[in-house]
């Protein structure tokens, strides 16, 4: 049995993960952002390998946070779960960022270079990725009118642009990002038109299968099945030119920290 961990554990895509990891006998580490959303868990979190606490809009907190998860030890695989999607203004973070860019791409960012390796990375991302814009100019929004779609379209390029350029630059990970629909949780709202279930078992299933179609890297997936994703993603001048950027809003150089 694989040991997992979820961001965004607490509700929606992340608890439905959990719970049928859970089932399946695997060892999951559940994250939730508060004390207060740990509490509306406790019967998960009773059944899980542990939980850990923390604020994604931190980079402290985001510290924090690998380091609870290499206290309970090594990963077979980590689902980036966690996400927030039309934030109302730009917000700012105690680091002085935008806030749908620090949770939807910093914090895994900066989760993967801390976190000690494992042998699968899933990134959830969206179908909205498409209408994101490959200009780096302004990724932080500080000069830009807020727009909270475009924010959340282009966060979603950026870790769909992540998991590709991972799956290049660690040949021994199987890095992946995932589509999950648009789906009737909280931040989908109840109308939405797609499968719940199907939502969540891509994740699941590339972070624990054997199957020879699950062991695969550098896909983009939609409930099992690999689809094309906005050319941007798969350019490999596009994700260094991403990875450097996130290098100089964090500080922290995810491939030469960790080669």
């Known amino acids: 049995m694989s040991r997992i961990f979820i961001t965004g554990s607490t509700a929606g895509l992340g608890l439905a993960a959990a719970r049928t990891l859970i089932r399946q006998g695997h060892d999951v580490v559940l994250h939730a952002r508060s004390r207060e959303r740990a509490a509306a868990i406790a019967e998960t979190s009773a059944t899980a390998l542990g939980l850990v606490i923390g604020d994604l809009a931190s980079a402290a907190e985001t510290r924090s946070i690998a380091e609870q998860v290499n206290a309970i030890g090594r990963m ?31 914090a895994p ?11 699968r990375l899933i990134y959830l991302t969206s179908g909205m990725h498409r209408s994101g814009v490959s200009s780096l100019d302004d990724i932080n929004w500080k000069r830009r009118p807020w727009n909270a779609s475009q924010a959340y379209s282009e966060s979603k390029l950026y870790i769909a642009t992540l998991a590709a350029a991972l799956a290049r630059h660690w040949p021994d990970v199987l890095s992946n990002a995932v589509d999950p629909g648009w789906v009737p949780t909280k931040m989908g709202g109840a109308g939405a038109p797609d499968d719940l279930e199907m939502g969540h078992l891509t994740q699941t299933w590339l972070a624990t299968s054997d199957d020879d179609a699950a062991r695969v890297s550098g896909g983009y997936w939609y409930h099992r099945q690999q689809r094309e994703a906005a050319a941007e993603a798969g350019d490999p001048r596009f994700q260094e030119a991403l990875v450097g950027r996130l290098a100089e809003l964090t500080g922290v150089r995810l491939f030469e920290e960790r080669e």
């Open 109 to 119: 960012y900066l989760l993967t270079a801390w976190i000690t390796r494992p042998d």
């Open 76 to 106: 077979d695989a980590v689902i980036h779960n966690a996400g927030i999607y039309l934030e109302r203004s730009r917000g700012e973070t105690p680091e002085g960022h935008a806030k749908t860019l620090a949770v939807n791409v910093l």
